[in-house]
């Protein structure tokens, strides 16, 4: 039997700071398409990422 949580928390969707626009699946540095925040992947302190805990209700 393999031990599992089932917790997809691997890859949170990051959003933009400003905006909340989903930046998962843009280069890992830039700028918001949304509202031209910029961002850097590298740096937790640029953009925000989806709470695991927050996405039941979804
Ligand atoms: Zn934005």
């Given at each position: 039997m393999k031990a599992s949580t089932g917790?997809?928390?691997?890859?949170?969707d990051a959003r933009c700071a400003a905006c909340e626009y989903i930046l998962t699946g843009l280069p890992s540095s830039g700028t918001?398409?949304?509202?031209g925040r910029g961002f850097d992947l590298a740096?937790?302190?640029?953009?925000?990422?989806d709470d695991p805990f927050m996405r039941w209700c979804y």
């Open positions: 917790a997809p928390d691997l890859d949170a918001c398409p949304e509202c740096d937790a302190s640029t953009f925000l990422t």
